[in-house]
Antibody
Framework: QVQLQESGPGLVKPSETLSLTCSVS??????????WNWIRQHPEKGLEWIGY???????YYNPSLKSRVSMSRDTSKNQFSLKVDSLTAADTAVYFC??????????????WGQGTRVTVAS | QSVLTQPPSVSAAPGQDVTISCSGS????????VSWYQQLPGTAPKVLIF???ERPSGIPDRFSGSKSATSATLGITGLQTGDEADYYC???????????FGGGTKLTVL
């Protein structure tokens, strides 16, 4: 059974950089042709897709966030990570990591982590 | 404001049927697959429907999906109190080159 678990600081200051990690069990992030995604949910609002990392390590980001986000991975730990620069209050959200439903980036999201709440405040 | 448009809320009594609409455009719903997600209070979203109308294993056939042109619909039959949740539609947008979602619909089972 594939499981994802997000971790990171619950509170970060404006203008700083947010770093989050998604730990994966039950599947390898470097095989299987899946896409490993980050999605966030602003308070009382809908979902916003941030970007994905393919099993090969190739990344693709939402153009609306591309200038401030980056993803990386540690295959030895089976983890992938998200960084968001130049934080503002608008980055306050619950951040989810999720695996693609199948081996396509456009099919949907089949497995989700429980989410980690991030508040940007001084 | 979300790229896909959903009604903020719907309600119905237990045992009844309900539909939730999702309106998009020629760059998302019309040409790409739609998926639907259920988010129970305090939990992560869970996929209910993918490829417009397919159900993952374990999702009861009370849940169904359909698509026509630039709109999609989630149907739920025989409502149960446990169906109270927020429901989101999502699709890839080929103009924005990003996944887009609806703003969510809160289902209340009266």
């Amino acid at each position: 059974q594939v499981q994802l678990q997000e971790s990171g600081p619950g509170l970060v200051k404006p203008s700083e950089t947010l770093s989050l990690t998604c730990s994966v069990s039950g599947a390898s992030i470097s095989s299987g042709y899946y896409y490993w995604n980050w999605i966030r949910q602003h308070p009382e609002k809908g979902l916003e897709w941030i970007g994905y990392m393919y099993f090969s390590g190739t990344t693709y980001y939402n153009p609306s966030l591309k200038s401030r986000v980056s993803m990386s991975r540690d295959t030895s730990k089976n983890q992938f990570s998200l960084k968001v620069d130049s934080l503002t209050a608008a980055d306050t959200a619950v951040y989810f990591c999720a695996r693609s439903l199948r081996t396509s980036a456009h099919d949907g999201f089949g497995v989700w982590g429980q989410g980690t709440r991030v508040t940007v405040a001084s | 404001q979300s790229v896909l448009t959903q009604p903020p809320s719907v309600s119905a009594a237990p045992g009844q049927d309900v539909t939730i609409s999702c309106s998009g455009s020629s760059s998302n719903i019309e040409i790409n697959y739609v998926s639907w997600y259920q988010q129970l209070p305090g939990t992560a979203p869970k996929v209910l429907i993918f490829d417009n109308n397919e159900r993952p294993s374990g999702i009861p056939d009370r849940f169904s999906g359909s698509k026509s042109a630039t709109s999609a619909t989630l149907g739920i039959t025989g409502l149960q109190t446990g169906d109270e949740a927020d429901y989101y539609c999502g699709a890839w947008d080929s103009s924005l080159n990003a996944w887009v979602f609806g703003g969510g619909t809160k289902l209340t089972v009266l």
